[in-house]
């Protein structure tokens, strides 16, 4: 056992070097992908890291628990479709007065970024599958708990929502979080063909993609799961947690290419959104009237620049336009 823990405390300072992180910043899979990826050895398996009493847990009694990262939780819903009564197949005017049953929530999934576990609910043990109730305690919880979420679309559709569905569930507004939404990222800095998520992993993710409908095409896999068919619900438990863990590596692809969130800010030092702290000087950005010193992260390649302005005193005479 001694000679597991040698060979565990070896190879996670190795990671630890490779990524610019803290030992206690590293997660099991960021662990075992980085390891892979570097030929790291010494490096335990799976079988090994069981006998150790498991990653975090050998990780916490070694290095102690991380305090500088914030807690970014990755999430997706799939909501249930509204009955309506409506003259035609077109007729998008649908009064308040024509809605028979309104939509609900049906399930989430939902881990916290570079996690081991992924957080599933839905309704399908509900009398009446529509009785979202029971399962918005849970993702409120996670959202309460949060610093920073990651969703596809998520400021304008999951993240809405749930608060509409919170509070006709007399549920307090959960705590303040920032967003990442890799939708947003992805139409306002690239010209993908399509901003869709299954679009985006295919072409970006290496390890997972958004997963297929299999039994059940398209609308057929929400109808059914109302039905009360188990196969359906089980299919969809798939869907939503493979669309929660590829969603996790399209943002990490993504987040170098955003600076939308000051990543630092939560740990107090120097990082980036990756993990590293290893930076290096990359020039200056310029503006009209200030010059900043950019950084590059060694790690994904995101850039950063310092808030105080590098001009020198008498050179600041000398940048006003001429109006």
Aim: charged share 25%.
């Amino acid at each position: 056992m001694k000679n597991l823990e040698k060979q565990f405390k070896e190879s996670i300072q190795l990671v630890s070097e490779v990524l610019g992180i803290l030992p206690n910043q590293i997660s099991r899979d960021l662990y075992v992908r980085t390891a892979v990826d570097y030929d790291i050895q010494p490096r335990l398996s799976c079988a090994n890291l069981h006998k150790l009493g498991g990653f975090a847990h050998m990780r916490s009694k070694m290095f102690g628990e991380s305090k500088v990262a914030p807690k970014v939780l990755v999430f997706d819903i799939e909501t249930s479709p509204m009955v309506v009564y409506t003259w035609g197949l077109f007729d998008l005017r649908v009064a308040p007065s024509q809605i028979l049953e309104d939509w609900s929530v049906l399930s989430y999934a939902a881990k916290w970024l570079d996690g081991e576990e992924v957080y599933y609910e839905d309704t399908s043990k509900n009398k009446n599958p529509r009785d979202d109730s029971t399962l918005l305690s849970g993702i409120w919880k996670l959202l309460d708990d949060a610093d920073i979420v990651i969703t596809h679309n998520g400021t304008k559709f999951d993240s809405k929502k749930l608060n509409a569905r919170f509070i006709q569930n007399g549920f307090q507004p959960p705590s303040k979080y920032r967003h990442f939404d890799t939708y947003r990222v992805a139409k306002s800095k690239f010209g993908f063909t399509s901003n869709k998520l299954e679009y985006i992993t295919d072409k970006l993710n290496t390890n997972s993609k958004k997963s297929q409908h299999g039994s059940y095409p398209g609308f057929a896999l929400w109808s059914a799961c109302l039905k009360g068919d188990k196969n359906a619900w089980k299919e969809m438990k798939e869907y939503n947690i493979m669309d929660v863990i590829s969603l996790e590596e399209t943002a990490r692809k993504l987040m170098p290419w955003d600076n939308s969130i000051n990543w630092s800010i939560y740990s107090g030092t120097e990082q980036c959104s990756c993990g590293s702290t290893k930076l290096t000087k990359n020039g200056y950005h310029y503006t009209n009237s200030s010059k900043f010193q950019k950084y590059r992260c060694n790690s994904c390649g995101a850039e950063f620049r310092d808030k105080k302005n590098a001009l020198e005193k008498w050179e600041k005479d000398f940048v006003r336009p001429l109006v």
